[in-house]
């Protein structure tokens, strides 16, 4: 695999400013909180692993499922002789592989794109991504609209956007119409995407997903008051601080919080600042938005696509839903 895009050292320094600046509103609001976007150092991705491989947590094994039935079904509707596939976020590439190795059964030519932020995430599935005839890899280092905007100048092929993993449930109803009608202004009449949505589910079944029983879960969300002690010299103590995964009925959304179990103050050396934190005063630190298949139909016809098919699992639990971009 080469590497076609990387980020500069300016772009890691920028990167931090970010990250300070975004912890200082987040934590100088009346209802704090962090964005998710942080979450994901070699220690959270290391534990995000650990979760998706946890009996718990049904959404990746499910996906993992429903793309091994539905592959060949998926390359036959893109009927294509080459086709750019582009996926962001791609994690370590194995569902992704389900989805390469259909087209590559069919003799299609495959150009496989991988956008990540993370260079460290896209060497790690360089290392799992297997050499095959038929098959050009090529990492992107950027942010998914970047990276496609890159893209779209450098290839005029049919193009796969594949966002899978529920990833898009991070996003709020809003962001996520907004992100995707993004996404549509990048791509090109015809192009495809397959996205993955988490399903409304018994609340039962979510608590345990986003509770693991091993406390991958708790780990990755008290990891980010770790990169904060790290990365912009905080003092937290983990010890201090209760994981709450809890489902929003009204929102249709789980929700991850950090609850202080005591009066404390946090100072961090990089925004000289000290934070008061009431004790049980609600940290959030995440969104994992639910969607009905209604839920689903509807977004697609707000953001300019047409919905080709569902691909479901028996139990119901998680859908790939395939949507093709439509212009004029
Ligand atoms: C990567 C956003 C799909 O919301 O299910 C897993 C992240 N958070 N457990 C999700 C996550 C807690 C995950 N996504």
């Known amino acids: 695999m080469s590497i076609l895009r990387e980020v500069s050292e300016n772009q890691e320094s920028e990167f931090l400013e970010e990250f300070a600046i975004d912890v200082l509103t987040g934590l100088s609001k009346?209802?704090?909180?962090?964005?998710?976007?942080?979450?994901?150092?070699?220690?959270?991705s290391d534990l995000f692993q650990k979760i998706t491989q946890h009996g718990d947590y049904y959404l990746t094994?499910?996906?993992?499922?429903?793309?091994?039935?539905?592959?060949?079904?998926l390359a036959s509707l893109i009927s294509h002789e080459e086709i750019d596939i582009i996926e962001l976020g791609a994690g370590d590439g194995h569902k992704s592989e389900l989805v390469i190795d259909?087209?590559?059964?069919?003799?299609?030519?495959?150009?496989?794109?991988?956008?990540?932020?993370?260079?460290?995430?896209?060497?790690?599935?360089?290392?799992?991504?297997?050499?095959?005839?038929?098959?050009?890899?090529?990492?992107?280092?950027?942010?998914?609209?970047?990276?496609?905007?890159?893209?779209?100048?450098?290839?005029?092929?049919?193009?796969?956007?594949?966002?899978?993993?529920?990833?898009?449930?991070?996003?709020?109803?809003?962001?996520?119409?907004?992100?995707?009608?993004?996404?549509?202004?990048?791509?090109?009449?015809?192009?495809?995407?397959?996205?993955?949505?988490?399903?409304?589910?018994d609340v039962e079944k979510l608590h345990a997903a986003y509770n693991d029983s091993s406390g991958y879960t708790r780990d990755f969300n008290l990891n980010l008051l770790d990169r904060i002690n790290r990365e912009l010299g905080g003092n937290f103590n983990k010890e201090k601080f209760q994981h709450v995964g809890v489902f929003n009925p009204k929102l249709g959304a789980m929700e991850s919080y950090l609850l202080p179990k005591e009066k404390q103050e946090v100072y961090i050396e990089e925004l000289e600042h000290l934070f008061e934190f009431e004790a049980y005063e609600p940290l959030?630190?995440?969104?994992?938005?639910?969607?009905?298949?209604?839920?689903?139909?509807?977004?697609?016809?707000?953001?300019?696509?047409?919905?080709?098919?569902?691909?479901?699992?028996?139990?119901?639990?998680?859908?790939?839903?395939?949507?093709?971009?439509?212009?004029?």
């Not at 962090?34 to 979450?39: M, W």
């Not at 094994?61 to 079904?73: A, C, M, V």
């Not at 697609?300 to 004029?328: A, M």
């Open 284 to 328: 959030h630190l995440e969104y994992s938005f639910k969607y009905s298949k209604e839920d689903i139909e509807r977004t697609c016809q707000h953001t300019g696509f047409k919905l080709k098919e569902h691909f479901i699992d028996k139990e119901e639990l998680f859908i790939d839903s395939l949507w093709q971009v439509v212009k004029r």
């Open 30 to 44: 009346t209802e704090k909180k962090l964005s998710t976007k942080y979450f994901y150092d070699d220690r959270g």
């Open 61 to 73: 094994r499910t996906e993992f499922e429903i793309l091994l039935q539905s592959g060949s079904k």
């Open 102 to 201: 259909a087209f590559l059964k069919e003799d299609r030519k495959v150009n496989y794109f991988p956008i990540d932020i993370s260079a460290q995430a896209l060497k790690q599935m360089q290392a799992h991504i297997t050499h095959k005839s038929n098959l050009s890899v090529h990492g992107i280092v950027a942010d998914y609209l970047e990276g496609l905007k890159f893209l779209k100048q450098k290839s005029k092929r049919r193009k796969l956007v594949l966002f899978l993993g529920s990833n898009i449930g991070n996003f709020d109803r809003a962001q996520s119409e907004s992100f995707l009608r993004q996404l549509w202004k990048h791509l090109d009449n015809d192009d495809y995407l397959l996205i993955g949505f988490d399903l409304k589910k």
